[in-house]
């Protein structure tokens, strides 16, 4: 099984570690910066027991007869077109797209070509401590690796992530699991940039009532215009007072989870993020005018 992971980030790094120390023919497409530190001293990252060097080949270029078994397109949103298009004429049969967007799936196979799109999001999160990877899976109940379905192909895909040892998740409908969770990470991220004390937000709690109702909000806003809430946790959103989502999202933001999978997230990638943001709420505004 051979498998391209193009993007060198924080998860395109941590997932090609994974899968690469599972046994897997692992190669990581890398530019810039982080193409210049993986060449230097190679895949590094940090581990229960020390900091360990991942067995994968770094390479600058895809060429067309590169066939891999499945690329792992690991990009910010606004690279997403970019890369679709330079993967147009490679033969590799099923590209795995592990990014934030709320665009339709059929806009990128015009790009990429037809039946080769397996919608994904990651379960991970994490940092650079120099040039060595500090990163980790997000617990199996809160998000695993989550992917949608392409004609058969998500079953080798679930194989290869079973064999790593990552938690997933298949669902049906991975456009609406997408919206469903914008609408909860898109406050959670706004509440960072408005905070006086970002590493410190969970303690403001103006700061987590607002971000509270806003989430609250954003899920009765599309109950109400006929979208199905995915997972059907996040309908605890509309069960929970605002009070108590808001002293359970301040005990999260404090957290070591908070850290490692929002608060470094956020404040790595807020050109990202507010683009996601006015994505978001566009796509609300569309829904609402259309009921």
Same mark, same amino acid.
């Given at each position: 099984? @051979? =498998?391209?992971?193009?993007?060198? $980030?924080?998860? &395109?790094? *941590?997932?090609?570690?994974? #899968?690469?120390? !599972?046994?897997?023919?692992?190669?990581?497409?890398?530019?810039?910066?982080?193409?210049?530190?993986?060449?230097?001293?190679?895949?590094?990252?940090?581990?229960?027991?020390?900091?360990?060097?991942?067995?994968?080949?770094?390479?600058?270029?895809?060429?067309?007869?590169?066939?891999?078994?499945?690329?792992?397109?690991?990009?910010?949103?606004?690279?997403?077109?970019?890369?679709?298009?330079?993967?147009?004429?490679?033969?590799?049969?099923?590209?795995?797209?592990?990014?934030?967007?709320?665009?339709?799936?059929?806009?990128?196979?015009?790009?990429?070509?037809?039946? @080769? =799109?397996?919608?994904?999001?990651? $379960?991970?999160? &994490?940092? *650079?401590?120099?040039?060595? #990877?500090?990163? !980790?899976?997000?617990?199996?109940?809160?998000?695993?690796?989550?992917?949608?379905?392409?004609?058969?192909?998500?079953?080798?895909?679930?194989?290869?992530?079973?064999?790593?040892?990552?938690?997933?998740?298949?669902?049906?409908?991975?456009?609406?699991?997408?919206?469903?969770?914008?609408?909860?990470?898109?406050?959670?991220?706004?509440?960072?940039?408005?905070?006086?004390?970002?590493?410190?937000?969970?303690?403001?709690?103006?700061?987590?009532?607002?971000?509270?109702?806003?989430?609250?909000?954003?899920?009765?806003?599309?109950?109400?215009?006929?979208?199905?809430?995915?997972?059907?946790?996040?309908?605890?959103?509309?069960?929970?007072?605002?009070?108590?989502?808001?002293?359970?999202?301040?005990?999260?933001?404090?957290?070591?989870?908070?850290?490692?999978?929002?608060?470094?997230?956020?404040?790595?990638?807020?050109?990202?993020?507010?683009?996601?943001?006015?994505?978001?709420?566009?796509?609300?505004?569309?829904?609402?005018?259309?009921?």
């Amino acid at each position: 099984m @051979r =498998i391209v992971v193009y993007g060198a $980030g924080v998860i &395109g790094s *941590f997932y090609a570690a994974l #899968l690469s120390k !599972a046994g897997f023919d692992v190669s990581v497409y890398a530019r810039g910066r982080r193409l210049k530190d993986l060449r230097a001293g190679g895949l590094t990252y940090k581990d229960k027991d020390g900091v360990h060097k991942a067995e994968v080949t770094v390479i600058d270029r895809l060429d067309a007869g590169d066939r891999y078994d499945f690329v792992f397109l690991t990009v910010r949103e606004d690279q997403i077109h970019t890369a679709l298009t330079e993967l147009r004429d490679n033969v590799s049969p099923t590209i795995v797209t592990m990014a934030n967007s709320l665009e339709p799936y059929d806009v990128w196979e015009t790009l990429c070509g037809q039946g @080769r =799109i397996l919608p994904a999001f990651p $379960g991970a999160g &994490g940092g *650079f401590d120099g040039s060595v #990877l500090d990163a !980790a899976l997000t617990p199996r109940l809160v998000q695993p690796t989550t992917f949608g379905r392409l004609g058969g192909r998500e079953r080798d895909l679930a194989a290869i992530f079973k064999k790593a040892g990552v938690p997933y998740q298949i669902v049906g409908d991975m456009h609406t699991w997408q919206i469903c969770h914008l609408a909860m990470v898109v406050p959670i991220a706004d509440a960072y940039y408005e905070a006086d004390d970002p590493e410190h937000a969970g303690n403001d709690s103006v700061l987590m009532r607002r971000t509270a109702r806003r989430i609250k909000e954003n899920f009765q806003s599309l109950r109400h215009c006929g979208i199905k809430l995915l997972p059907g946790k996040m309908h605890v959103f509309l069960l929970l007072p605002t009070p108590l989502i808001a002293f359970v999202l301040g005990y999260v933001y404090r957290s070591r989870f908070g850290d490692r999978f929002m608060y470094r997230h956020s404040l790595k990638a807020p050109e990202e993020m507010h683009r996601l943001h006015e994505q978001f709420y566009q796509y609300l505004e569309g829904l609402k005018d259309k009921t």
